[in-house]
T-cell receptor, first 112, second 116 residues
């Protein structure tokens, strides 16, 4: 069963603007991960945030995790046209042996 | 960073053919490999998890006789779609992970399978 739900499903912004994507999940997790997928390609790992962490940064990416609300957000600051891709959250649920359950994804379009 | 190579990137073949897809971890030992299927504009669906030297664990609804998985070494896993039919056409993606379950998965570039 699908663990994560993401919103929005699609997001279109101008270069330079910030993009925020949200992810909600249902069960207890070990960690939550964000991945990026360019059309027709595999996934690229962006950030892993553990269940005892609340915020994590990597370059222009900022991820937050609220385990009480079972939600996470990915913020991309100062977006670029090259950020255009689909973004997926994935949860490593407790007791599942490290399997990842992916959300439906957010399709981000950054217009130059 | 960790590199996973998936081959072939695209396959077009006739109905009834068996197709083998390879997934290799190039610069790390992949204790666990995962196989996913992705339909257009949809998320990844986990098909099976394979640990080196043991039988794969299939997700509910995935036919193990249809999708044969072999993980004979720490750097190679293969997925064979046996007697493929048009409904098996999809994008198949593998991923690999090292020894700890809290490590990220590293993905191959996927295989676009088209059965005529």
């Amino acid at each position: 069963s699908q663990q994560g739900e993401e919103d929005p499903q699609a997001l279109s912004i101008q270069e330079g603007e910030n993009a925020t994507m949200n992810c909600s999940y249902k069960t207890s997790i070990n960690n939550l991960q964000w991945y990026r997928q360019n059309s027709g390609r595999g996934l690229v790992h962006l950030i892993l945030i553990r269940s005892n962490e609340r915020e994590k940064h990597s370059g222009r990416l900022r991820v937050t995790l609220d385990t009480s609300k079972k939600s996470s957000s990915l913020l991309i600051t100062a977006s670029r046209a090259a950020d255009t891709a689909s973004y997926f959250c994935a949860t490593d649920a407790r007791g599942q042996g490290g399997k990842l359950i992916f959300g439906q994804g957010t399709e981000l379009s950054v217009k130059p | 960073g960790a590199v996973v190579s998936q081959h072939p990137s695209r396959v077009i073949c006739k109905s009834g053919t068996s197709v083998k897809i390879e997934c290799r971890s190039l610069d790390f030992q992949a204790t666990t490999m995962f196989w996913y299927r992705q339909f257009p504009k949809q998320s990844l669906m986990l098909m099976a998890t394979s640990n080196e030297g043991s039988k794969a664990t299939y997700e509910q609804g995935v036919e193990k006789d249809k999708f044969l998985i072999n993980h004979a070494s720490l750097t190679l896993s293969t997925l064979t779609v046996t007697s493929a039919h048009p409904e098996d056409s999809s994008f198949y993606i593998c991923s690999a992970r090292g020894g700890y379950s809290n490590q990220p998965q590293h993905f191959g570039d996927g295989t676009r399978l088209s059965i005529l």
